[in-house]
Nanobody, 126 residues
Framework: QLQASGGGLVQAGGSLRLSCAVS????????TGWFRQAPGKEREFVAV????????SYADVVKGRFTISRDNDKNFVYLQMNSLKPEDTAVYYC?????????????????????WGQGTQVTVSS
């Protein structure tokens, strides 16, 4: 129901665009987020976009470099990643929340999401 793609190997300073196909039950979700998990580290929030109203929030470490967007007609959510750094290396996951919360901070925690995609590896070489 969530299919992430677009990962790969890129040099520092390069760009990648991740895609998340949202289908099935997750189409009616309230928000779609991107998280990442590096080896030995906890899963961390990257960005979120609400389906109603389109409000967006980013983790401080990616602000100004990453852009989240959506295609309502095709049910896709994208994460454009520019100026990539080696510390951005991780498995990136898209997730869909089934819960509406007026506070966007709710969607910055993995606990705010019910559905998860399988992840796509992003490796940034120095």
């Amino acid at each position: 129901q969530l299919q992430a793609s677009g990962g790969g190997l890129v040099q520092a300073g390069g760009s990648l665009r991740l895609s998340c196909a949202v289908s099935g039950r997750t189409v009616s979700n309230s928000a779609t987020g991107w998280f990442r998990q590096a080896p030995g580290k906890e899963r961390e929030f990257v960005a979120v976009i609400r389906w109603s109203g389109g409000s967006i929030s980013y983790a401080d470490v990616v602000k100004g470099r990453f852009t989240i967007s959506r295609d309502n007609d095709k049910n896709f959510v994208y994460l454009q990643m520019n100026s990539l750094k080696p510390e951005d290396t991780a498995v990136y996951y898209c997730a869909a929340s089934a819960t509406y919360n007026s506070n966007i901070y709710y969607y910055m925690s993995p606990g705010g999401y019910r559905y998860w995609g399988q992840g796509t590896q992003v490796t940034v070489s120095s």
